[in-house]
Nanobody
Framework: QVQLVESGGGLVQAGDSLRLSCAAS????????MAWFRQAPGKDREFVAA????????YYVDSVKGRFTISRDNAKNTVYLQMNSLKPEDTAVYYC?????????????????WGQGTQVTVSS
């Protein structure tokens, strides 16, 4: 099974950028469709973005389209989330997830492996 560790979170101001990384170990990440989710205080964990195993296909929740970019470097066993034009409502713990399957999904229950999360706080 694969282990996932997120990094890159922090405290930024509205309009700033951050790049989150998700480093995989134990198995090659190239066999997994991957996704990022986030969870704000008092709210359910929500889907943010997903990427196919090859990286060719990507999908985003409407609220981040045009601002966030998911990518992967299978040679480095790492998945990224580039976040631009950050807003206070983007404040959450961000989690990466891997799915035992051929294609990505947008539901939390479809993913089998999770990282511990990294906090992103955007001040206004």
């Amino acid at each position: 099974q694969v282990q996932l560790v997120e990094s890159g979170g922090g405290l930024v101001q509205a309009g700033d950028s951050l790049r989150l990384s998700c480093a995989a170990s134990g198995r090659t990440v190239s066999i997994y469709p991957m996704a990022w989710f986030r969870q704000a205080p008092g709210k359910d964990r929500e889907f943010v973005a997903a990427i196919s195993r090859s990286g060719v296909s990507r999908y985003y929740v409407d609220s981040v389209k045009g601002r966030f970019t998911i990518s992967r470097d299978n040679a480095k066993n790492t998945v990224y989330l580039q976040m631009n034009s950050l807003k206070p409502e983007d404040t959450a713990v961000y989690y990466c997830a891997a799915r035992d399957g051929a294609t990505y999904a947008i539901t939390r229950g479809a993913y089998d492996y999770w990282g511990q999360g990294t906090q992103v706080t955007v001040s206004s």
